[in-house]
Structures are given as C-alpha cells and as structure tokens.
C-alpha cells in the first residue's frame, strides 16, 4: 500500500472538512500516520492484537474530538497523545499473570507478539527501533516510564512536551526517562528473556537461516545445536518458559515440537522485528499443513543467541503475509 503525504494546504482543507463531519476526509487525514501510530501502540503493548485494538480506538477518539484539535498545533502529536494515553489505558486494565519463572517476567511475555516486517513497508526508521529484544524488555518497564521513554528516545519528543501529554512536571519525566534507561540497559545486557539482533551481515544472516532450515529439514537436532551460541535462550509467549542453554534447547527440539517428531513440522522463513523468522505448520493426521508456531531468532555474528517461539497463535500467519495452509 502507497501512503501519499498531504500538503500542509491538503491538510487545511481536511482539517476543516473533517471538523464539519466529513469522514472521508478525516480518514484522508490520519492515514499518513496510521502505521506509525501501529507501531508505536505495539512498542508500548507488545501485542499485535492489542495494538489493533489501540489503534482502533485510537481512530475513533480522534474522530469524535477533531473538533476539539487546534489547527495552529501539530495533528502528529496531538493523535501520539491520544494514541498513548489510550495504550496506557490498556496496560492498567491488563492483569498480572500467574507466578512461573520470575512473576515480573511472567507478566511481561505473557502478551508479546512478534511485529511482521511486512506491515513496516519499507520504514527503516521504524525498523531500527521495534527489535524483539527492546520491544520485550520495554514489557518490563512501569506503563509511565515505558511511555517516557519511548516518546523521548524513540519519537524524540522533549521533556515539556511529554510532561503535557502525561500531566506531570519535567522533573517527573526526566525522573522516568533515567530510571527507565538503566532498567532498559540493565534487562538488556542480562539477555534473560531475548537477546539483541547483531548478526555480522544478511549475507552470514541468510546463511545461518538457510543451515537452520536444511537441519530441521534432515531432522538434525545436532546441526541445530550447532548453530546456537553457549548460552542461547529460548523462550515461548505467552507461555512463561525459558530454556538456557545449547544443549537444553537442543533436548526441548527432540522431546516438546509435535512430541519429537521434528518430520511432522514444515518451517517458511518469513522475517518479524526487523530479524529472520522461521513459521512452523504441522502435518495433520489427514496430511494437511497446519499452522503450529513462529520462531523469532535473533543473531549474535555467526550464531543464534535466541529463539522466541509464539506458538497457538495461528491469526499471526495472515498477518506475516503466510497462508493458513501449506503443503510440501
């Protein structure tokens, strides 16, 4: 989909249409920002489905009060304010899980979802910002100081600019922003729940997806575990589970996927986050490829240092551009 810009004489005459009940010209007028606004809905939920959901109300509250939108002021903000004091919103309804590994982790995959490349459309500046890894530690943070810190390191917002948006004193914001940093940078050295995307190039990126997909193929679990670092992790929202470790990954392969029998399971490589990912369809008794699980891996030079599997969740393949049945 092609999103054309609109002038700011465009934007005058959609402004003032819309203020007078045309909705067609105020569909004309959020669209250049609707996939921004997405996906900043999904850095603060972590949830494709919830960020729908965000967005959706989003666009209706905008609808209903784009009568009350100062024309003199910047409509990108004024629709980030509604957009995020709705998202938070959505984090204070949201309710905590029950205790497995660590409670404040649990909480935090219990909603994560992998964001499909494909909806980012070419957006690098987007790209950059949404890996797995910062999107899930962002899951950790308090809903206020996930917010701050998004608008000001992400969208580059200023400190006064976000204390108005969040009704509280540049003190305050400035307060979360460093709290926020060193929870940020501390959960994501640690490396607990996913691991940063640093492969050395696309070139060795493709090489270890292609080396991933010939051992799964040959159903070689040692070729699997060869292609993970020391300490790889694996984790699977919602489930509150983490595996640590080449050799532990490499026994949940020959015992958990369709109970071991890796030949049953046909992975397509697709990419979410901005990394390579691998969806799984599983062999039905009638012989039939149906969805099963997607793997988000994420590269450290040479090897894969995580695996975020989502599994359960076949609405993700529509949306990563995969049909809900395959074949050999």
Request: one cysteine or more; charged letters at 25%; hydrophobic letters at 40%.
């Amino acid at each position: 989909m092609v999103t054309h810009a609109v002038t700011p004489v465009d934007q005058g005459e959609l402004l003032a249409r819309a203020r007078g009940g045309d909705e067609q010209a105020f569909t004309r007028l959020l669209e250049p920002h609707r996939r921004s606004l997405h996906v900043h809905c999904y850095r603060l939920l972590g949830s494709l489905h919830d960020a729908d959901d965000a967005l959706q109300e989003t666009t209706l509250k905008a609808w209903r009060n784009i009568g009350g939108f100062e024309p003199r002021g910047s409509l990108r903000a004024w629709l980030y304010r509604i957009a995020t004091n709705v998202c938070l919103r959505a984090l204070e309804r949201r309710s905590r899980q029950p205790e497995a590994l660590d409670p404040e982790e649990a909480a935090a995959i219990a909603h994560l979802q992998p964001y499909p490349d494909r909806l980012l459309e070419g957006e690098v500046e987007e790209r950059e910002s949404i890996g797995l890894a910062f999107v899930t530690v962002m899951q950790l943070l308090p809903p206020r100081q996930r917010a701050v810190l998004v608008l000001r390191d992400v969208l580059g917002w200023s400190a006064r600019e976000v204390a108005e948006l969040l009704g509280d004193s540049v003190a305050s914001v400035n307060s979360a922003l460093q709290r926020g940093r060193e929870k940020l940078e501390r959960e994501r050295a640690s490396g607990r729940l996913a691991r940063e995307h640093v492969p050395v190039s696309s070139d060795t990126e493709a090489r270890v997806v292609e080396r991933f997909l010939a051992a799964w193929e040959a159903v070689d679990v040692d070729a699997i575990v060869d292609l993970l670092a020391d300490d790889a992790v694996m984790t699977m929202p919602p489930e509150p589970l983490r595996v640590v470790g080449r050799g532990e990954i490499g026994d949940f392969f020959r015992t958990v996927p369709a109970a071991g029998a890796l030949e049953r399971i046909v992975l397509r490589p697709t990419r979410a986050n901005g990394q390579p990912a691998l969806a799984a369809y599983l062999e039905s008794d009638a012989g039939e490829l149906e969805p099963y699980g997607v793997m988000v891996l994420a590269l450290e030079g040479e090897s894969v240092a995580s695996i975020t599997g989502f599994a359960g969740q076949p609405e993700l393949f529509p949306q990563l551009g995969l049909p809900s049945r395959a074949s050999r």
